[in-house]
């Protein structure tokens, strides 16, 4: 069956750079693209980014200077960097699989990431 | 960046009563959106799909309507296990994006 599983650290310290890492299994990458949705403590759902089944990416405007996504289809994992980390940029992390339709239908867990000194 | 705005923020409802709650896109989007529910602490779960679209294993009180750029996801007498946040989101743009939620309180 589908899933996803995010993984990464917990605690950031400011400015520095993010690295999670998305594991899936049940579907291929090169068939589907994945995308990342954060969550603020408290706060609603943020489109954060894409690959998609062909390998190429799309970013969310406010964060495309900072971030990265990238992938490895041999492991099926996708990766996500993002640089000069703020306190604003704790949240949850989830990676999340759209239909073709691009409605997304299955959610990793979520990792909690925490930007402080 | 198209711009999903809900409302009300919240609605306080008492379980048997029946809601609306609308997403407004700041362009036309067809009907590119689609509906989630958030329980705390849980991952999002779709719930209709191209403004309309039922998912299987839904309950069928839930539908959605809607085109261009007034959506309205509808409840038919709210259950206790209803109460929740709700978010839209649109795909007419590669550049995804959520609106900002409608939390359904008990009233």
């Known amino acids: 069956q589908v899933q996803l599983k995010e993984s990464g650290p917990g605690l950031v310290q400011p400015s520095q750079t993010l690295s999670l890492t998305c594991t899936v299994s049940?579907?291929?990458?090169?068939?589907?693209?994945v995308h990342w949705v954060r969550q603020p403590p408290g706060k609603g759902l943020e489109w954060v980014g894409a690959?998609?089944?062909?390998?190429?990416?799309d970013y969310n405007s406010a964060l495309k200077s900072r971030l990265s996504i990238s992938r490895d289809t041999s492991k099926s994992q996708v990766f996500l960097k993002m640089n000069s980390l703020q306190t604003e940029d704790t949240a949850i992390y989830f990676c999340t699989r759209p239909q073709t339709g691009n409605y997304f239908d299955y959610w990793g867990q979520g990792v909690m990431v925490t930007v402080s000194s | 960046n198209i711009v999903l705005t809900q409302s009300p923020a919240t609605l306080s409802v008492t379980p048997g009563e029946s809601v609306s709650l609308s997403c407004r896109a700041s362009?036309?989007?067809?009907?590119?959106i689609h509906w989630y529910q958030q329980k705390s602490n849980e991952s999002p779960r779709l719930l209709i799909k191209?403004?309309?679209q039922s998912i299987s294993g839904i309950p069928s009180r839930f539908s959605g309507s809607g085109s261009g750029t007034d959506f309205t996801l509808s409840i038919n007498r709210v259950e206790s296990e209803d109460f929740s946040i709700y978010y839209c989101?649109?795909?007419?743009?590669?550049?995804?994006?959520f609106g900002s939620g409608t939390k359904l309180e008990i009233k």
């Open positions: 989101q649109q795909s007419y743009s590669s550049l995804f994006t």
């Open positions: 690959i998609w089944s062909g390998g190429s990416t």
């Open positions: 049940g579907f291929s990458l090169t068939s589907n693209s």
């Open positions: 362009q036309s989007i067809s009907t590119s």
């Open positions: 191209y403004a309309s």
